[in-house]
């Protein structure tokens, strides 16, 4: 590599550093200002609290590398929003720099930008780095065992970086047990790749292909643990989340829905993303058959086999558990995973297409990548998390009683507050009582009721579409802040 190559190399590191920063410094804000979820507050509240070990349909919730992370953030940091955030904000580091290291491999700096760009540019993946649950983690993981496939695909004779891979994917199954298709998937992948090196040493070794493959598989091991408590999570009733309409309709293009994250013209362009990504899987498998057919093919052409073979893997193994298991296809937040590995097989198609005809695919790309980053701009917000959006003002509402109810002689004694949720109550139950916990909000009582008789409370905390319900019971009331995100209202009642 000479000084001009040096120098170009070192001005996209930074490049990549500085976008990486931004990025960064965006995930941290949004983790310290967001309100608390209901899944986040629950997971708190039972699984690091309590330390609830039991099996029922909220199980599921507790994603055990982050409940163990966050009880350990708590002890020392204290409670508050970025505390029990912070183990994904940190896992959030992994999955920009070994995004930057996989895409440096690239000899076209164009594409080593954009495809950075693209994959970490995603509203719906961001989310879950600013939120305490176990997904952030396990995508941070996920791209360690991505570029590390990477390495052991490239480095054709070190079997390390197999099972260095496979151990981040076996860590990463403990931040979300939906991984566990790519966990095997990938170890599988890497015992075959493994068995046809051996086959072309000379001379050959059994007890090498042993050792080689014990070591490799030792991480599956877990599956004692895992295979265990998956078990016992479906018989409860855990693993209900999800859809029965096919891999297409409940996974792709759920996962489509939400990255675009509800920005209209984004929505608009839904069946046309979904014809992009048809195409993508399409011409992946053309360019690998190409290719394979070659003498001597590329490390980039098995790499791309690599990732198209996981992700083929992957849906079969989703589809099997639907047979055997009865769990329904990965839908929206649980199939999240599914991102990277397609961002990273269509990267490594451009790559082999723009070897080919420059000028074109190279202009394609960059027109994909300007939707992409037209949808995060378009998305950037510090207010709510696209699952959760109607959970966007509990922070607010909680935090304007605090402020406003004091005794008028300006001490600081709070007075007895209800707020009344008359309407799926359960959304905003753990959120509130985690902001009690918090802030030491004994004051504050909840009330959960439909009766509209006998009412005595304070405030509603209500839905516009409810606010008849008042009205039709002569309920006279004051409305104090309204809240255009969740459309929630904050409603005083008027003492007589």
């Given at each position: 590599?000479?000084l001009?190559?040096?120098?170009s190399?070192?001005?996209?590191?930074?490049?990549l550093?500085?976008?990486?920063?931004l990025?960064?410094?965006?995930?941290?804000?949004?983790?310290?200002?967001l309100?608390?979820t209901?899944?986040?507050a629950?997971?708190?509240l039972?699984f690091v609290?309590?330390?609830?070990?039991h099996?029922?349909l909220?199980?599921?919730?507790?994603h055990?590398?982050?409940?163990?992370l966050?009880?350990y953030c708590?002890?020392?940091?204290?409670?508050s929003?970025?505390?029990?955030r912070?183990?994904n904000?940190?896992?959030?580091i992994l999955f920009?720099?070994?995004?930057a290291k996989l895409?440096?491999k690239?000899s076209?700096?164009t594409?080593?930008?954009?495809?950075?760009?693209?994959?970490?540019?995603?509203p719906?993946?961001l989310?879950?780095?600013s939120?305490?649950?176990?997904?952030?983690?396990?995508?941070?993981?996920m791209?360690?065992?991505?570029y590390?496939?990477y390495?052991?695909?490239?480095?054709?004779?070190n079997?390390?970086?197999a099972?260095i891979?496979?151990?981040f994917?076996?860590?990463?199954l403990?931040?979300?047990?939906?991984l566990?298709?790519?966990?095997l998937?990938?170890?599988s992948?890497?015992l075959?790749?493994?068995f046809?090196r051996w086959r072309?040493?000379k001379?050959?070794?059994i007890l090498?292909l042993?050792?080689?493959?014990l070591?490799?598989?030792?991480?599956?091991?877990?599956?004692i643990?895992?295979?265990q408590?998956?078990t016992?999570?479906?018989?409860?009733?855990a693993l209900?989340?999800?859809?029965d309409?096919?891999?297409?309709?409940?996974t792709?293009?759920s996962?489509?829905t939400?990255?675009?994250?509800g920005?209209?013209?984004?929505?608009?362009?839904r069946?046309?993303?979904?014809?992009?990504?048809a195409?993508?899987?399409?011409?992946s498998?053309v360019?690998?058959?190409i290719?394979l057919?070659k003498n001597?093919?590329?490390w980039k052409s098995?790499?791309?086999?690599f990732i198209?073979?996981?992700?083929l893997?992957?849906f079969?193994?989703?589809?099997a558990?639907g047979l055997?298991?009865?769990?329904?296809?990965l839908t929206?937040?649980t199939?999240?995973f599914?991102?990277p590995?397609?961002?990273?097989l269509m990267?490594?198609?451009?790559?082999l297409?723009?070897?080919?005809?420059k000028?074109?695919?190279?202009g394609?790309f960059?027109?994909?990548s300007?939707?992409f980053?037209?949808?995060?701009?378009?998305?950037?917000?510090f207010?709510?998390?696209?699952?959760?959006?109607q959970?966007a003002?509990?922070?607010?509402?909680?935090?304007?009683?605090?402020?406003?109810?004091?005794d008028?002689?300006g001490?600081?004694?709070?007075?007895?507050?209800s707020v009344?949720l008359?309407?799926?109550?359960?959304?905003?139950d753990?959120?509130?009582?985690?902001?009690?916990?918090?802030?030491?909000w004994?004051?504050i009582k909840?009330?959960?009721?439909?009766d509209y008789?006998?009412?005595?409370t304070?405030?509603f905390?209500?839905?516009?579409?409810?606010?008849?319900n008042?009205?039709?019971?002569?309920i006279d009331?004051?409305?104090?802040?309204?809240y255009?995100?969740?459309?929630?209202l904050?409603?005083?009642?008027?003492?007589p």
């Amino acid at each position: 590599m000479n000084l001009k190559e040096t120098d170009s190399k070192r001005n996209i590191n930074r490049l990549l550093f500085a976008i990486g920063l931004l990025l960064f410094i965006y995930v941290v804000v949004r983790a310290c200002i967001l309100s608390i979820t209901i899944d986040e507050a629950y997971s708190y509240l039972f699984f690091v609290q309590k330390g609830a070990n039991h099996f029922d349909l909220a199980s599921a919730n507790n994603h055990l590398l982050n409940s163990f992370l966050v009880k350990y953030c708590v002890r020392i940091f204290g409670l508050s929003e970025l505390s029990i955030r912070l183990p994904n904000v940190l896992a959030h580091i992994l999955f920009l720099v070994y995004s930057a290291k996989l895409f440096n491999k690239f000899s076209s700096k164009t594409l080593t930008i954009f495809a950075f760009l693209i994959i970490n540019l995603n509203p719906f993946v961001l989310d879950f780095f600013s939120l305490s649950r176990g997904y952030g983690l396990s995508l941070g993981l996920m791209m360690g065992s991505i570029y590390f496939g990477y390495r052991f695909i490239h480095q054709k004779r070190n079997y390390t970086f197999a099972l260095i891979s496979v151990l981040f994917g076996c860590v990463a199954l403990f931040a979300n047990f939906t991984l566990l298709i790519y966990f095997l998937s990938t170890t599988s992948i890497y015992l075959f790749i493994n068995f046809l090196r051996w086959r072309d040493d000379k001379p050959k070794s059994i007890l090498s292909l042993l050792t080689q493959t014990l070591i490799i598989a030792s991480p599956l091991i877990s599956m004692i643990f895992i295979g265990q408590r998956i078990t016992n999570m479906n018989n409860a009733g855990a693993l209900w989340w999800g859809g029965d309409s096919g891999f297409w309709q409940d996974t792709v293009f759920s996962l489509i829905t939400l990255m675009t994250y509800g920005n209209p013209f984004m929505h608009f362009l839904r069946n046309g993303i979904q014809i992009g990504v048809a195409l993508v899987l399409i011409t992946s498998v053309v360019m690998i058959f190409i290719h394979l057919r070659k003498n001597k093919p590329s490390w980039k052409s098995f790499y791309l086999l690599f990732i198209a073979t996981i992700i083929l893997l992957c849906f079969l193994a989703n589809f099997a558990q639907g047979l055997i298991l009865g769990i329904v296809y990965l839908t929206e937040r649980t199939a999240i995973f599914y991102y990277p590995l397609f961002i990273i097989l269509m990267v490594f198609l451009f790559d082999l297409l723009i070897q080919r005809k420059k000028k074109l695919f190279t202009g394609i790309f960059i027109g994909f990548s300007m939707v992409f980053i037209l949808n995060f701009i378009l998305s950037i917000n510090f207010h709510y998390v696209i699952q959760w959006k109607q959970q966007a003002d509990v922070k607010d509402m909680l935090t304007y009683l605090a402020e406003n109810n004091t005794d008028p002689i300006g001490e600081k004694t709070p007075k007895q507050v209800s707020v009344m949720l008359p309407r799926i109550p359960w959304i905003f139950d753990h959120d509130i009582r985690f902001y009690k916990l918090m802030n030491h909000w004994d004051w504050i009582k909840v009330q959960w009721t439909e009766d509209y008789e006998n009412l005595e409370t304070d405030y509603f905390f209500i839905e516009k579409i409810e606010m008849h319900n008042l009205k039709e019971h002569s309920i006279d009331y004051k409305i104090i802040k309204e809240y255009p995100t969740s459309e929630m209202l904050l409603v005083e009642v008027k003492k007589p």
